[in-house]
């Protein structure tokens, strides 16, 4: 059984930083691609990064480009995403999802084409 367990969401200023964790069990990282998103209330889920199987492509949305940094410890099983520079508007609820996928790039994988997800961490960003 696939199961994602998200960690790391907190109150943080604007400016600052945070590494959220995606604890991952029941599948290995060279079948499954990996997707941080972020759900901010009212809006609809949006990728904020992904990771392909078997770490052989990276995607970040433009809005996170060169602040956030998507990485996997496979000995930990674990997913992490590096946020600096962190803005107001980067406050969501962020979830990690998996998804066996190895046709392609994660960048071309649909939201709901992921079928396993975590339970989310909440990040909220002051200004």
């Known amino acids: 059984e696939v199961q994602l367990v998200e960690s790391g969401g907190r109150l943080v200023q604007a400016g600052g930083s945070l590494r959220l964790s995606c604890a991952a069990s029941?599948?290995?990282?060279?079948?499954?691609?990996i997707g941080w998103f972020r759900q901010a209330p009212g809006k609809e889920r949006e990728v904020v990064s992904c990771?392909?199987?078997?770490?052989?492509?990276?995607y970040y949305a433009d809005a996170v480009k060169g602040r956030f940094t998507i990485s996997t410890d496979n000995a930990k099983n674990t997913v992490y995403l590096e946020m600096t520079s962190l803005k107001p508007e980067n406050t969501a609820v962020y979830y990690c999802?998996?998804?066996?996928?190895?046709?392609?790039?994660?960048?071309?994988?649909?939201?709901?084409?992921?079928?396993?997800w975590g339970q989310g961490t909440q990040v909220t960003v002051s200004s």
């Open positions: 999802a998996a998804q066996n996928w190895v046709v392609s790039g994660c960048a071309l994988i649909l939201v709901n084409e992921y079928r396993n």
């Open positions: 029941g599948f290995t990282f060279d079948r499954y691609a």
């Open positions: 990771i392909s199987a078997g770490n052989t492509s990276i």
